[in-house]
């Protein structure tokens, strides 16, 4: 947990963990034929708006659900595969990403639309803020277990913090809901942004397309990969509303693979992550790691997921020695 973060200075920082987003998605070749416009679209928002992406694969400490071990595992950089451990981990006073860009002069966010009770674990995190379901105050069509489309939620953070005139650099820390089994009804991607935060968010007939969906139990792959390119509209959407302005980075992974009625048996516990900016020192250091260039993940899978939190924030700055190193 150690880093200046001298090479993201000034830049929002935002951690997206995309809900269900797995190697299989690429590697499943139904699965990838059938996301490849969507992928491409997304990388053209990458390079449209003079930002570049590289990628690895990364190995989940889940599979198919029990997202937040995912989470505290990136967070904390302590790998957690059960829930003993995790609430163990809950107990102990130490660093997590959101203390480290804290320290910094960051005000870090929790956009948490999944959250729709009160939410301790944030205070072991040491997030200055957290925005649940309820605190959204998301007002149009219900999508999902939890009523919220993804879409909406960044739209909401920019009204509420990222657009504000005078502000401290933000560390947003986004895990999404929208690709959540069984992927449908998926939210359709709305281009008219600030439409997504009124009462009527979408045309009618458009809502009565996406809510003729329902799931096949039996083949879920076709509403997985739909979903998929939901997330990929959603953020590649997202950069484009930021071409200009305060610069941002984007660490956009995948919590776990989906469940194993998606993914297929013994299928890897890897996940993809991208890190897209404009800063070509950060994707540098990133590739010298063993990240590759574009959006596609190379394989052998990378590390672990918490092994990534050194690799991160070295490429996000320099080794920053505390007060006792210094003295010595």
Known sequence: MDSDLALVKDADVFLIFVESYGA?????PAFAQGLAASRAAFEDAIHATNRDVVSAFVE???FGGNSWLAHISLLSGIE??????????????????????????????AL???????????VFYGF???YG??????????FGWWDIPDQFALAQIDALEVNQKTRAPLFVFFPTISTHIPFTPTPPYQPNWPRMLTDEPYDETILERAYEEQPDW????PSYVNAMAYAYAAIGGYLRQHTGGRDFVAIVLGDHQPAAVVSGEGAPWDVPIHVISSRKAVLDRLRAHGFRAGLT?????????HELVPVLLDAFGNHEASPVAAAR
Request: glycine share 10%.
């Open 24 to 28: 299989v998605s690429y590697e499943r």
């Open 60 to 62: 989940s400490p889940t």
């Open 80 to 109: 957690v595969r059960d829930r003993d451990t995790n609430a163990l981990l809950m107990t102990k006073k130490r660093d997590t990403l959101p203390t480290v860009f804290g320290h910094h002069g960051y005000r870090t966010i």
């Open 112 to 122: 948490m639309p999944g959250t729709w009770q009160s939410w301790p674990e944030g």
């Open 128 to 130: 200055d803020d957290i």
């Open 133 to 142: 379901g309820e605190r959204l105050a998301y007002r149009g069509p219900q």
């Open 218 to 221: 039996l083949d879920l792959g």
């Open 297 to 305: 993940p190379a394989r052998p899978s990378l590390s672990p997921m």
